[in-house]
């Protein structure tokens, strides 16, 4: 039988975690609105300065100069600029990946990326290692988080339905994010968290080599396409994705992530016609992913 604190403290967890706190970052909470105060000006910090020195000062040799006897000092060498070591790092993990799992086992072992640190399991993707589709969100969430897997929740199961309403089952699909783990609170990545997961990104598609790539939403459709306007003026259109790993270009969209049709059904209506566009542009590819040879006399349609 729980006791008052017991209970109280059951209630008071449970109250937190219905307002969406699902994680501990700190062991204490830090207020960062607090403002400091001011730094006093002119006032010597005493704190840190250094008693004077009783010793006397060594005389220097006869005819030396003042400057020749003050002992040189090396100038001080600048901070090594890491901020592209985990991207190098990540390139050359990912480029000696040779399969899926090789490349999952990479991630494993990449520390280049801070997410890593606070997420509960590496979500590296779902679906078919020579799926014909490759769909790629954002980042995963606290469900994905929790599986290792990737669109899993509310949002994956919308996609899951729309994907079936346009007759492409498991065996056609793969389904993964612009990072792998989980960033805290479900906050956006940052671009140098991106940035860190890019060349594993790069080298997933390079290995499964689909025949179209969706971008669910614009931070995806950004970071792969290399475009910054919004998702709602890249949907519709059709774009060459190309790394030097491919042996040919893969034909690309973007359309609105699952998250953002639940949060706004109206725009269903649009992103009904982009996955309709993504079924006609995959029988047009054809089972080898390229656009299918005109026979002499026949009418293109």
Same mark, same amino acid.
């Given at each position: 039988?729980?006791?008052?604190?017991?209970?109280?403290?059951?209630?008071?967890?449970?109250?937190?975690?219905?307002?969406?706190?699902?994680?501990?970052?700190?062991?204490?909470? %830090?207020?960062?609105?607090?403002?400091?105060?001011?730094? $006093?000006?002119? %006032?010597?910090?005493?704190?840190?300065?250094?008693?004077?020195?009783?010793? $006397?000062? =060594?005389?220097?040799?006869? !005819?030396?100069?003042?400057?020749?006897?003050?002992?040189?000092?090396?100038?001080?060498?600048?901070?090594?600029?890491?901020?592209?070591?985990? %991207?190098?790092?990540?390139?050359?993990?990912?480029?000696?990946?040779?399969?899926?799992?090789?490349?999952?086992?990479?991630?494993?072992? @990449?520390?280049?990326?801070?997410? #890593?640190?606070?997420?509960?399991?590496?979500?590296?993707?779902?679906?078919?290692?020579?799926?014909?589709?490759?769909?790629?969100?954002?980042?995963? !969430?606290?469900?994905?988080?929790?599986?290792?897997?990737?669109?899993?929740?509310?949002?994956?199961?919308?996609?899951?339905?729309?994907?079936?309403?346009?007759?492409?089952?498991?065996?056609?699909? @793969?389904?993964?994010?612009?990072?792998?783990?989980? $960033?805290?609170?479900?906050?956006p990545p940052?671009?140098?968290?991106?940035?860190?997961?890019?060349?594993?990104?790069?080298?997933?598609?390079?290995?499964?080599? =689909?025949?179209?790539?969706?971008?669910?939403?614009?931070?995806?459709?950004?970071?792969?396409?290399?475009?910054?306007?919004?998702?709602?003026?890249?949907?519709?259109?059709? @774009?060459?994705?190309?790394?030097p790993g491919?042996?040919?270009? %893969?034909?690309?969209?973007?359309?609105?992530?699952?998250?953002?049709?639940?949060?706004? $059904?109206?725009? #269903?209506?649009?992103?009904?016609?982009?996955?309709?566009?993504?079924?006609? #542009?995959?029988?047009?590819?054809g089972a080898?992913?390229?656009?299918?040879?005109?026979?002499?006399?026949?009418?293109?349609?």
């Amino acid at each position: 039988m729980e006791t008052a604190d017991a209970a109280e403290l059951r209630a008071l967890l449970q109250w937190y975690l219905d307002a969406g706190v699902d994680e501990t970052i700190g062991l204490y909470a %830090v207020d960062r609105l607090a403002s400091r105060p001011p730094e $006093p000006v002119g %006032v010597p910090d005493h704190r840190d300065a250094a008693a004077p020195s009783t010793a $006397p000062r =060594p005389s220097r040799p006869p !005819g030396q100069s003042a400057a020749a006897a003050r002992p040189t000092r090396a100038s001080p060498r600048p901070p090594m600029l890491d901020a592209d070591r985990p %991207v190098q790092d990540a390139t050359a993990l990912a480029g000696a990946a040779t399969t899926l799992d090789a490349l999952r086992r990479a991630l494993d072992s @990449f520390d280049g990326c801070p997410l #890593k640190r606070t997420a509960t399991n590496l979500v590296f993707g779902r679906g078919h290692p020579q799926a014909r589709l490759v769909c790629i969100g954002e980042a995963p !969430g606290a469900e994905e988080d929790r599986q290792g897997l990737p669109f899993v929740g509310p949002s994956g199961r919308l996609l899951d339905r729309i994907l079936a309403s346009i007759d492409i089952s498991e065996s056609d699909v @793969f389904i993964s994010n612009t990072v792998f783990w989980r $960033p805290p609170g479900n906050r956006p990545p940052t671009s140098a968290e991106t940035a860190a997961c890019m060349p594993f990104l790069h080298r997933l598609l390079e290995l499964i080599a =689909p025949a179209v790539l969706v971008c669910l939403g614009g931070p995806a459709a950004q970071a792969l396409l290399a475009r910054t306007e919004s998702v709602g003026k890249l949907r519709g259109r059709w @774009f060459s994705y190309q790394t030097p790993g491919l042996s040919r270009p %893969v034909a690309a969209t973007a359309t609105f992530h699952p998250a953002y049709l639940l949060r706004t $059904p109206q725009q #269903k209506r649009l992103a009904w016609r982009d996955w309709l566009g993504v079924r006609d #542009k995959l029988h047009e590819l054809g089972a080898s992913g390229r656009a299918p040879a005109i026979q002499p006399g026949s009418v293109p349609v």
